[in-house]
C-alpha cells in the first residue's frame, strides 16, 4: 500500500506537467511532428565508414543538412526482403519549393542501387513531413541485390531551389519481410474492380489526425470528423487485409471570410505498412467546401508487387495503411488560420482472404496482418453527441486543438486527476486506465519478441 501510495503521489504531482506539455500547441500554430516514442537517435555518416547499423523492427530520429547524404549500414541475410523508409520533417524557418524532395536508395557494398524512390513537397509549397523508400528484395522476378551482406541505406536531401539552409529531422523506419514458405503468383491479378467507391453512408463521427506516423489515428469504414489549420499535416492508419479494397475521400468545409484561390491547398497522401508511397489527391480551395479522392486502388495481394506503378506495386502487404492529409500554409494569407472542418470518408470492401504463408516471422511482429485487436482499435467510434473520446483519436472542435495523438486525448483525465482533489488510490486507478488506453494506441509497430 505505501508503494502504492509513492507511486500515486509522483504521478499526481507529474501530471499537471504533463497536460502543459499537451497544450502548448494551443495558439493555434500546427503542433510538431511526433516522432516513435521509442525512436534511438543515430548520426548518420558521410560516407559507408563509420555507417550506424540499423536494425529491422527499430525506429530512428537523424537530421539532414542541407545539400547532403547521409548513410546507415543494413546487414542482411540471402532469404529476407527489407525495406527502409526515411520521413523528413524540415524544422522551423524552412522554405521549400514543390520540386524540392527527399531521395532514399538501397545500395550494396559495391555501390550498385538496388531501388531507390524521391519524393518531393509538391506543390502546397509548404513544408511539411514527408517520406520516401528503398528496398532490398529477395522473391521471384527481383535481379540483383540478393546475397547475404553489407548494404546501406542512404538518405539524400534535394534541394534543387535555392532553399533556406534549415536541416531537416529524418524519421528513419525499417522492416523486414521474410521469404514464403511457398513461391506464390509472380503476376499481378489482370482484372479488378476499378469502379468509384460508392458513398459511405452514416453520420461522421469525431476523430483527431495523429502528428506523426507513430501517432496516427486508427480509422475503420466510416465518416470521421477532424479540423485542420494550414501548414498541418494530420496523420491517419486504416487496417487492411488480403483481399480487401481501400477507399479514401477527404472534404474541407468553406471558410467564413477572406478571397481568392490557392492552387494545391488541400493534399491527401497514402503509404502503405512500411511507409512506402501509393497514390495521392489533392485540390485547390477558394473558400468554398472541396474534397479529393484517391484514383480506385486493386485489392491488397502479393503478386502486386510484380505490377508496373506505385498505385498497384504498393498494395502489397497486408496491415496498416496511412493517410497523411496536409493544408498548405499559404491558406493562411488568404483565409485565415481556421481551423477548417475535415470530414473523412472510408471504405474497406472485400471479404479477407489468406495471404502469404511466410518462412519465418517479419520484424516487427504482425506488421502483415490485420489482427482482432486493429479491427477493435479502427471500429472504436466516438460519440458525437457526447464529446467524449474513444480509439486513438480526440473529440475536436472549432476552438484550437493544437496537438494530435495520445497526448490531447489523455489531457482531460489528467487534468481532472491534478485538479479533482482526488484521493491517491483513485489517481492510481484512473492513471493506469489511462496507461492500458494509450497502450492500445501504440499502432502497428510491436517489437518482435
Partial sequence: MALCAAVALGVASALPTRAAQASSADDGTPAAYAFARDARTVAGASGTTGAVRLDPGHTYKSALPAGAKRYYRLDLDASA??????????????????SDGLKVSVQDAAGTTCSSETSHFGPTQSPHPIAAWASRET??????????????????????????????????????????????????PGTWDSAPAEPVP??????AGGAGFAAASALGQGLWQDGIRPGQTLFYKVPVDWGQQLSATVEMGG????????????????????RAYVDDADAGYSGARISAALDPLPPVDYANRGAVGHR?????????????????????????????????SVRVSGTPVSGPVYAGRSVPRDVFEVTAADREEAAARTETDAGGHSGSGRSWSPAPTGVGGEAAGDTRTMKMVAAGGIGT??????????????ARRRGSRRWAG
Avoid at 525495406?83 to 523528413?88: I, K, N, W
Avoid at 496498416?320 to 498548405?328: E, F, I, Q, R, S
Fill in 202 to 207: 452514416g453520420e461522421a463521427a469525431r476523430r
Fill in 81 to 98: 526482403s527489407a525495406y527502409v523508409s526515411a520521413t523528413a520533417v524540415p524544422r522551423a524557418g524552412a522554405r521549400v519549393s514543390s
Fill in 312 to 344: 498497384a506495386s504498393g498494395m502489397r502487404f497486408a496491415g496498416w495503411y496511412y493517410l497523411a492529409v496536409h493544408l498548405g500554409a499559404p491558406v493562411a494569407e488568404r483565409f485565415g488560420n481556421g481551423p477548417f472542418g475535415l470530414t473523412l
Fill in 425 to 438: 488510490g483513485s489517481a492510481l486507478v484512473l492513471w493506469l486506465g489511462v496507461w492500458t488506453v494509450a
Fill in 255 to 274: 471558410s467564413e471570410g477572406g478571397e481568392g484561390y490557392v492552387g494545391t491547398a488541400l493534399a491527401m497522401s497514402l503509404y502503405n505498412p512500411v
Fill in 139 to 188: 522473391g521471384p522476378g527481383t535481379y540483383g541485390c540478393k546475397r547475404a551482406g553489407t548494404y546501406y541505406m542512404v538518405v539524400e536531401r534535394r534541394d534543387l531551389t535555392a532553399s533556406v539552409p534549415v536541416d531537416w529531422d529524418l524519421e528513419l523506419d525499417y522492416v523486414s519481410e521474410p521469404a514464403p514458405r511457398r513461391a506464390g503468383a509472380a503476376t499481378p
